[in-house]
Structures are given as structure tokens and as C-alpha cells.
């Protein structure tokens, strides 16, 4: 009886022990994202291009008179 307790537990004991993987390399871990605020140059970079057109079709509606 006593020889049946030991080869049950050390049956458990080896079950556990080799519970895991071997390949430790084939972990795959996903790279961290990163977030990266952007901030806007000037205040009025986006009424320059309007502007522009908005000089071209009075130039060219003078230049037609």
C-alpha cells in the first residue's frame, strides 16, 4: 500500500512538473501601440489656401473687365 501512495504521488508530482511548454521562444507578444498627440502649427494655417483662391477669382474677374 505504501509503494501504491508513493508511485501515485509521484505520478502527480511529474504530471505537474511537465504541465508546461518547452518552447519558451514561441512566445508571441504583440508590440505596445503607441499614441502620439499631433498638434496644429498655427491657428490660421487652414485659411491661407481659401484666401489664395478666394484673390485668384477677384483677379481674374477684374482682369475680365
Known sequence: MKKLALAAALTAAASTAFAGSYAKDDVMMEAPVIVEETTQASSSAGIIVPL??????????????
Open 52 to 65: 489664395v483662391l478666394l484673390a485668384l477669382v477677384v483677379a481674374a474677374a477684374s482682369s475680365n473687365n
